[in-house]
């Protein structure tokens, strides 16, 4: 609720008056609202819950919580991602990540550590009574791949950007969102992301993650949002 930022969701038979009226009641909310079409996880947990799929791979290789965790933060982000279940709930991040599998199943797959650490009884990774330690029923539940080796903070963070910018991608072809500021507004006012980067987008254009992966910047020179006006 503290979070500067509202999602207006589009459904197909919505109304130019109903939209304009939730734009209003964001105003008044004093929040900043961003148009998206109704589809899985909208806009900003789309994204994070492809990026948070680089934090599970680690998991699996044998990194710990708090180092997977902190390679997140070493991007700028506030939090990583197992500190953010905490926050959400891990039951409730769990049922987001089925909904996405269900929807886009070749991008979101799901994690049996993941599952596990769900099927607990927990009220998120770390124990913060014990100054963080990660509660021993959820280190139990981490089975790590044979033979794997542990990633490095730059090997995280490469895929944390690279999920960002596929997903990014995808989303404005699909329709999802309307232009890449819409989805750097949701970041920056919905998760934290700092505001010195400008954005994901803007990042991932600048680093050349954009034209790496298809060839081509996730912000355009015409800012699409406004096509929808």
Same mark, same amino acid.
């Given at each position: 609720?503290?979070?500067? @930022?509202? #999602?207006?969701?589009?459904?197909?038979?919505?109304?130019? /008056?109903?939209?304009?009226?939730?734009?209003? =009641?964001?105003?008044?909310?004093?929040?900043?609202?961003?148009?998206?079409?109704?589809?899985?996880?909208?806009?900003?947990?789309?994204?994070?819950?492809?990026?948070?799929? *680089?934090?599970?791979? *680690?998991?699996?290789?044998?990194?710990? @919580?708090?180092?997977?965790?902190?390679?997140?933060?070493?991007?700028?982000?506030?939090?990583?991602?197992? #500190?953010?279940?905490? @926050? =959400?709930?891990?039951?409730?991040?769990?049922?987001?990540?089925?909904?996405?599998?269900?929807?886009?199943?070749?991008?979101?797959?799901?994690?049996?550590?993941?599952?596990?650490?769900?099927?607990?009884? =927990?009220?998120? &990774?770390?124990?913060?009574?014990?100054?963080? %330690?990660?509660?021993? %029923?959820?280190?139990?539940?981490?089975?790590?791949?044979?033979?794997?080796?542990?990633?490095?903070? /730059?090997? &995280? %963070? %490469?895929?944390?950007?690279?999920? *960002?910018?596929? /997903?990014?991608?995808?989303?404005?072809?699909?329709?999802?969102?309307?232009?890449?500021?819409?989805?750097?507004?949701?970041?920056?006012?919905?998760?934290? +992301?700092? @505001?010195?980067?400008?954005?994901?987008?803007? +990042?991932?254009?600048?680093?050349?993650?954009?034209?790496?992966?298809?060839?081509?910047?996730?912000? #355009?020179?015409?800012?699409?949002? +406004?096509?929808?006006?």
């Amino acid at each position: 609720s503290v979070m500067p @930022f509202l #999602e207006v969701v589009r459904p197909a038979t919505a109304s130019d /008056e109903a939209i304009s009226t939730a734009f209003e =009641v964001s105003k008044t909310l004093r929040k900043s609202g961003v148009q998206c079409a109704d589809t899985p996880a909208f806009i900003v947990n789309r994204l994070l819950m492809r990026t948070n799929g *680089a934090g599970i791979e *680690a998991l699996r290789r044998g990194n710990s @919580f708090h180092d997977i965790d902190a390679a997140y933060k070493g991007l700028g982000l506030p939090m990583g991602p197992f #500190e953010l279940f905490g @926050f =959400v709930g891990i039951k409730v991040a769990f049922h987001t990540a089925e909904t996405l599998h269900a929807a886009f199943p070749d991008r979101f797959p799901i994690d049996d550590n993941f599952r596990r650490i769900a099927e607990l009884d =927990v009220p998120g &990774i770390y124990d913060w009574s014990q100054g963080g %330690q990660v509660y021993p %029923q959820v280190a139990d539940a981490v089975e790590v791949e044979d033979g794997a080796q542990p990633m490095s903070d /730059e090997q &995280i %963070q %490469q895929a944390i950007v690279e999920a *960002a910018a596929d /997903e990014a991608r995808i989303m404005l072809d699909d329709g999802a969102v309307a232009d890449a500021r819409d989805i750097d507004t949701g970041m920056l006012l919905g998760t934290g +992301y700092p @505001f010195f980067l400008g954005g994901i987008c803007k +990042y991932c254009d600048q680093v050349g993650i954009s034209e790496k992966l298809h060839g081509r910047p996730l912000i #355009e020179d015409t800012d699409h949002a +406004y096509d929808m006006a």
